[in-house]
């Protein structure tokens, strides 16, 4: 038998490193009483009325293709939310595509606007998987560091500092995550007069638009002029508490939605159509629901916040999703180091912020979608914890 070469794989896959943040799943996976903070998921199991839908449309039958694009009555439900919600008008037919989560979504979204070479502005902390997405699109990332000095909020002049005659565009994730930073109408308006200055696109993740707690949301694609140069990503795993069912939507003008259209179809035809009737449902009666899970969020991230001080981390008020990301720089261990030895000596999991880029180290995630009382037992022993240094 021949040995396997390996040269087989190709070199850009063979160089993308694999995911930090499974590293620590894997290692706390195999522990017994481990309090995992590293999960970014809602602690909810998706509401009965949403799981009884989906239920219902396999009752009926109704297990084959949806158009490319998804349904067209989930299109519209989409346009409608985005349009209450969101303040944006989008057209069911032409400008949104129902995905297989928000991951795939960004996945086409740079695979249709870039050429090789092109360059997209990725702001670091930020969620692991842009960078690799914009590699494997045969983009080029270029990192600019959000610094904890400004609350992990970039600044303008650090933008314009790094665009260049290649860059096609800036990633934004607002909240963000790991930080939970979340950028206001004035700090947008400032990145989106560079867009607009230097023809740039901005690819949106807005995920976590649902979960904020301190003050009104505004979408990018809501700034003056910013929707025809915005493709918007974003879906239901966060805020109606479906990340098993990988649905997400893009919304992007039409001759950017149509092209992206084409990947879609060639890659992955369509999404479940039972995940699709699934979130239907959530649309039109799902409210309820999200305010519950923002309420309960809220008062979480006031403990952990509080407690996270108390205990001598030094912690921002994230203003959405649902992360803590709290300094670690006074135990003077790195994120790596703080990771690990908490994982073995004390069976809590945190994520160390150095996965999420180079500005995130000295810095590890917590994330509050846990229950009240693990809360509570993970701070105990992450006191006893830095105590013991």
């Not at 949403?50 to 349904?71: D, F, K, P």
């Not at 259209?261 to 479940?272: D, V, W």
């Not at 000295?362 to 009240?372: D, K, M, T, V």
């Amino acid at each position: 038998m021949h040995s396997t070469k390996s040269t087989y794989v190709s070199k850009m896959v063979s160089e993308l490193k694999p995911s930090g943040i499974r590293k620590f799943f894997d290692l706390a996976a195999g522990m017994d009483g481990v309090i995992s903070l590293g999960v970014g998921e809602p602690d909810f199991v998706t509401s009965w009325h949403v799981r009884e839908a989906a239920i219902a449309s396999l009752e009926q039958g109704y297990t084959s293709y949806t158009a490319n694009a998804g349904l067209l009555e989930l299109r519209e439900e989409i346009a409608n939310y985005m349009k209450t919600q969101f303040k944006v008008e989008y057209s069911p037919d032409t400008e949104i595509i129902v995905t297989v989560g928000a991951s795939s979504a960004i996945d086409i979204a740079m695979r249709t606007i870039l050429d090789p070479g092109d360059e997209v502005i990725v702001i670091e902390p930020c969620f692991v998987s842009y960078t690799p997405m914009v590699t494997l699109a045969g983009g080029v990332a270029v990192t600019v560091q959000a610094l904890k000095e400004n609350d992990f909020k970039i600044q303008p002049n650090q933008l314009k500092a790094v665009i260049t005659g290649k860059t096609k565009a800036i990633m934004l994730c607002s909240p963000n995550n790991p930080t939970g930073t979340m950028l206001n109408t004035e700090e947008l308006q400032a990145i989106a007069d560079l867009a607009i200055e230097y023809d740039l696109l901005i690819i949106a993740d807005e995920i976590y638009a649902e979960l904020v707690y301190d003050e009104e949301y505004t979408s990018m694609a809501a700034i003056e002029g910013m929707q025809e140069r915005t493709i918007l990503v974003s879906g239901f795993s966060k805020s109606f508490a479906m990340t098993g069912w990988r649905l997400g939507f893009v919304c992007a003008p039409p001759e950017i939605s149509e092209a992206m259209l084409k990947i879609h179809q060639y890659a992955l035809m369509c999404a479940s159509t039972t995940a699709q009737y699934g979130a239907l449902e959530a649309l039109r009666n799902g409210r309820p629901d999200v305010d519950e899970m923002v309420k309960s969020y809220r008062r979480r991230r006031n403990y952990i916040v509080q407690s996270l001080n108390e205990i001598g981390l030094t912690c921002h008020a994230p203003g959405g999703a649902f992360y803590a990301f709290p300094s670690i720089e006074s135990t003077g261990l790195t994120s790596q180091e703080f990771a690990e030895q908490l994982l073995l000596k004390e069976g809590v999991a945190v994520v160390p912020g150095d996965v999420f880029g180079e500005s995130g180290e000295g810095h590890i995630r917590c994330s509050y979608a846990s229950s009240l009382e693990q809360l509570q037992e993970a701070v105990k022993r992450m006191k006893y914890f830095i105590d013991s240094l």
